[in-house]
T-cell receptor, first 111, second 115 residues
């Protein structure tokens, strides 16, 4: 699986859009980008995933660059409850592989 | 539908003692994973399983053993606990089908302290 690089921490004002970047420059053509988040000490929670096209669901939007070497997770209207560690991983969708998490980005939502 | 259930939630061990963490899922998922998370750190994969009767090593497998005798259960064993194994352990499972999103579902975690 490709490795990912994320900034260790970010701040965002409450009510603003939070844009979390992820670099995955060695991603292969059939690897998906997945985002998870971990609130405090809870188990991580799935947010969104995508292959090439931009994706949106009730939680967030995922923007993947045309060359697929980086992506951005967008939380459109951040709230205090979005304070968490956000993990970006890449993997083949249906392969029995190791799923390796990095250290993620710690997002602080400022009131 | 309980999802992924881990037992116990908390445990304190003395160095050298053994114990088993149980992960149970009721979603008929093929894949199951054990991670550990140390303070301020990300998740590190210990062992994983792609189906009943199969296991494989992850990033940090030393000092742990696993078994997947039943599809719904994935056991993580510590034969001789060490203080370095003090951590929070998370189990996860996922579907393996090509039409599924193959999303990981995590348990709530098991906090283990080794004195």
């Amino acid at each position: 699986d490709a490795k990912t690089t994320q900034p260790p921490s970010m701040d965002c004002a409450e009510g603003r859009a939070a844009n979390l970047p992820c670099n995955h420059s060695t991603i292969s053509g059939n690897e998906y980008v997945y985002w998870y988040r971990q609130i405090h000490s809870q188990g991580p929670q799935y947010i969104i995933h995508g292959l090439k096209n931009n994706e949106t669901n009730e939680m967030a939007s995922l923007i993947i660059t045309e060359d697929r070497k980086s992506s951005t997770l967008i939380l459109p209207h951040a709230t205090l409850r979005d304070t968490a560690v956000y993990y970006c991983i890449v993997r083949l969708r249906n392969r029995d592989d190791k799923i390796i998490f990095g250290k993620g980005t710690r997002l602080h939502i400022l009131p | 539908n309980a999802g992924v259930t881990q037992t116990p939630k908390f445990r304190v061990l003395k160095t050298g003692q053994s114990m088993t963490l149980l992960c149970a899922q009721d979603m008929n998922h093929e894949y199951m994973y054990w991670y550990r998370q140390d303070p301020g750190m990300g998740l590190r994969l210990i062992h994983y399983s792609v189906g009943e009767g199969t296991t494989a090593k992850g990033e940090v497998p030393d000092g742990y053993n696993v078994s997947r005798l039943k599809k719904q259960n994935f056991l993580l064993g510590l034969e001789s606990a060490a203080p370095s194994q003090t951590s929070v352990y998370f189990c996860a499972s996922s579907y393996a089908g090509i039409t599924g999103a193959n999303v990981l579902t995590f348990g709530a975690g098991s906090r283990l302290t080794v004195l």
